[in-house]
């Protein structure tokens, strides 16, 4: 029961703390690469390249389940015209098992529904957080990439399950407000963890040469004032595809396949997978990830 293995998951990780050798004890491994799409400012698009990316993964034969974790705002079930019987609520007061509240999604996707209008998902405290992450890990094991799509921000549910990934994806638009919030959210990303990988995507790009320029710009005084080196996963362009797609309630990659949006986002799903095979990451344990997502 979940219940229960929280509480073991608690003791491995106090165990794994206070080994004397300070090396996991448990060598349980993830099998899914966790990514968390993110950003600074809201309605920047993350939820659309998330829904996109995941269907452009699904479609090179990979295994994809997408989390809604914009919690009390989650829409993917809207967009993508999708009942969702169950969701994250149900799974927090106990109700049902994560595997109970999947719901299958386009191409061969799957999603993890958040639940909208809920204010007790809002302020998770520290277990809820770590409730709904070890849900989320046990669907490694069945899956080849997790995707979170979260909240906008730097509130504490965000930074957590975004510091749960291995990989980070930080969209931003080329508006200096939107650059400024992604700077923030950065800055507090490293502060809290110097492993994260961080990605960069511009979407709502007019033209792609700015796009390069402007990830040259963020890289530069990124590694100057935070100390660390951002990843550059490629943009999406502006396009009229993309809001079309959204009033049909149907994914832009499958309903207009070769729109320039489209296109862009099968560009991101080709390096993400190529960056994925490459890096030579040390696999973590789901211990070492407890012990220091929980430490702070
Ligand atoms: N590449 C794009 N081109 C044109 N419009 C876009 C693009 N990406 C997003 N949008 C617009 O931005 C809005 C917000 O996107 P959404 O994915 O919901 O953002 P977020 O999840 O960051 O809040 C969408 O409703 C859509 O109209
Ligand atoms: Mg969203």
Redesign the pocket.
Known sequence: MHIDQAARLREIVKAANSSKMGSPIVTEEMHAKIYAVT?G???????????NLAIALARKGKKVTLVDL?LGLA?IDI?LKLTAPYNLEHLMLGHKEIEDIVIKGPEGISIVPGGSGLPSLTALNISQQEFFLNNFYKLTKNNDFLIF?TA?GISDNVIRFTLAADEIIV?TTEEPTAITDAYALMKVLSLRSKESNINIVF???KSPHDAHRYFEKIHAVVKQFLGIEIYNLGY????????KA?MRREPFITQYPFCA?SK?IKEIGKELLLKAAHKTTLKRTLVQKFSSLFSW
């Open positions: 950003s400012k809201g309605g920047v698009g993350k939820t659309n390249i998330a829904v914009d829409n967009m799509d906008a969209v979407n709502m790009i999406v362009v502006h396009d009229p595809c993309v809001s959204i949006a862009s």
